[in-house]
């Protein structure tokens, strides 16, 4: 049963499904858009290791893009899913990631000694890293949410 919103008068019961108005609603992600932003988001990573930014961002850019780049490449696997739910996928993802790089297996160095495996998994564990992923998530759910209100990002 669903319920629109300028009718409903009481709390809704569990397993009821309440529609919110139109004005309110977000739309989908088109899947072209999220790809491309996540391409422009993975060059900006790349790029802020080839030209670092003065100071304490010449640390923690590279991070935070890593953590959007996870946001928006879970948007374009689940593009349908809320963006607090791609938000906490992301974050989790790249701290499980973080806390791998205490691992000193023999197979896992040789991955990291790759160009590759060394972007994807780090190569050393830092604390402060945890603050750049939820700086870049934060960021990259801001815009979603932003974008989607405003229809960029939907089909």
Not at 121 to 139: C, N
Request: contains cysteine; proline residues 4%; charged residues 15%.
């Amino acid at each position: 049963m669903t319920t629109n919103w300028k009718t409903l008068t009481r709390r809704p019961s569990w397993g009821e499904v309440v529609t919110a108005p139109a004005e309110t609603q977000q739309r989908g992600r088109s899947r072209l858009w999220v790809g491309v932003v996540l391409a422009l988001t993975i060059a900006l990573g790349l790029l802020s290791r080839r030209y670092p930014l003065p100071g304490i961002l010449a640390e923690y850019t590279g991070d935070a893009l890593y953590a959007s780049a996870a946001f928006v490449g879970f948007a374009l696997l689940l593009a349908g899913r809320q963006t607090r739910t791609l938000a906490i996928l992301a974050f989790v993802s790249c701290v499980l990631i973080e806390f791998a790089q205490l691992l000193n297996c023999s197979w896992i160095r040789d991955l990291r000694a790759t160009t590759l495996g060394r972007l994807l998994l780090g190569s050393g564990f830092k604390w402060p890293d945890m603050l750049a992923y939820l700086i870049g998530v934060t960021v990259a759910a801001t815009v979603d949410r932003m974008a989607r209100r405003r229809h960029v990002l939907s089909p």
